[in-house]
């Protein structure tokens, strides 16, 4: 198959739940002969042609603005589509799902499928303009394309319920790779199993603030506590006050670390030691590092939205969303009880391995690209049948 993937900035994966999806899924198709296109953002440092693990990498221009980064350079990514052959055009998120209709009007043989990732009009840092977009965004993801896949159970339910139409449930996965080094530990001044680690972008949904208040308000009555730390792992997403907003929150004694965003060996280290990894965010879509955060064995305290609760199943722990208090409270019994830490630790990660390994994601997505082939082949053969007995 020729397949093309928009939406994501481009690969390799700096950060980014979309583009460690569309990572990951692109280098196993193309390790299984596909050829396999993603177009990307040259503002994500792209050149305009580049090859990574057998997958060709194709970066174009945009308005290098927070509001007109992304649909620019998918526009002009949509407009090279129009003028090349693919037998799959798989857009992912809702806003650059927006433009799949010129696809659908100017390619009409090609098959265009859309993931639902997230809500992203709830993301605070857009303005009204962009909400609606996204909106429009949605209407597009969940009417236009040929199928609609939703990374979620209850954003499959949302598409049911409020455009009465089927989609079709592929989550997030997973990709493991413990490490027994220390080198960012010990640049960072971490010792293993006394640091709680979230790894997220640096918006204000995630809840960010609400960890670092209710961690200090621990650690600032408990004496035993003086050497853990908070590790906050992201950046900006055109949110630098919000940036420095948490900046100010931590104050200077040390206990908490923005360590900007990591990648690689440094990110893999951080997961492999941390006590417990923290996700208080007010929505989600189903989030990468979480289910990352499971797959190295780490038992998560998580918001109790319906998509973290989906992930972790019973192998975590839960706190009300956006409730500082009882995060508060969670977390610091879940410091206290080690034991009970490790249990679901091991019960995350077996869930992990069960449900969302990378390489059970990439063979049901590539499924159901052969199964909407197959319909458009018995198609044809319908068509041609109808013309000779004409």
Not at 55 to 66: A, D, M, Y
Not at 183 to 193: F, I, S
Not at 217 to 244: F, M, N
Not at 299 to 316: F, K, M, Q, W, Y
Request: glycine fraction near 8%; aromatic fraction near 12%; proline fraction near 3%.
């Amino acid at each position: 198959m020729k397949i093309a993937i928009i939406g994501s900035k481009g690969i390799p994966t700096r950060s980014g739940g979309v583009e460690r999806h569309v990572e990951e899924l692109a280098i196993r198709f193309a390790s299984l002969g596909h050829k396999v296109t993603v177009y990307g953002r040259k503002s994500y440092g792209l050149p305009r042609e580049s090859f990574f693990k057998g997958v060709r990498v194709l970066g174009f221009p945009s308005i290098t603005s927070k509001n007109l980064d992304a649909i620019t350079s998918t526009f002009l990514a949509t407009i090279h589509i129009v003028f090349h052959s693919y037998d799959i055009v798989h857009y992912h998120g809702i806003g650059p799902s927006s433009l799949l209709w010129i696809i659908r009007f100017f390619k009409p043989r090609t098959k265009v499928i859309a993931t639902f990732h997230s809500l992203d009009y709830f993301h605070e840092k857009w303005g009204w303009f962009a909400k609606l977009y996204f909106h429009i965004g949605e209407w597009v993801t969940c009417t236009f394309p040929h199928l609609t896949i939703t990374i979620s159970q209850s954003l499959r339910d949302y598409v049911r319920k409020n455009h009465k139409r089927s989609a079709i449930y592929i989550p997030n996965g997973c990709s493991v790779q413990p490490l027994a080094s220390q080198e960012v530990l010990n640049d960072l001044g971490l010792k293993p199993k006394k640091y709680i680690l979230t790894v997220s972008r640096i918006v204000r949904h995630k809840g960010i603030h609400f960890l670092i208040k209710a961690f200090l308000k621990i650690q600032k009555r408990r004496e035993d506590l003086q050497d853990w730390k908070l590790v906050i792992v992201g950046g900006s997403s055109h949110t630098d006050d919000y940036v420095k907003e948490l900046s100010q929150l931590k104050g200077k004694e040390g206990s908490v670390i923005l360590a900007g965003e990591r990648s690689g060996r440094e990110l893999q280290e951080l997961f492999s030691h941390a006590y417990t990894f923290v996700q208080p965010s007010l929505f989600e879509g189903l989030s990468i590092a979480l289910l990352e955060a499971m797959g190295y064995g780490i038992a998560p305290l998580v918001s109790d939205i319906p998509e973290n609760r989906e992930a972790i199943g019973t192998a975590g722990f839960t706190f009300e969303s956006g409730n500082e208090i009882s995060l508060e409270k969670s977390l610091e019994k879940i410091i206290d009880e080690p034991d009970d830490v490790m249990w679901k630790g091991i019960l995350s990660q077996k869930r992990a391995q069960d449900e969302y390994h990378w390489d059970t994601i990439s063979k049901k997505t590539l499924s159901v690209y052969k199964n909407i082939l197959q319909k458009k082949e018995k198609s044809q053969e319908k068509h041609m049948f109808a013309r000779r007995w004409a």
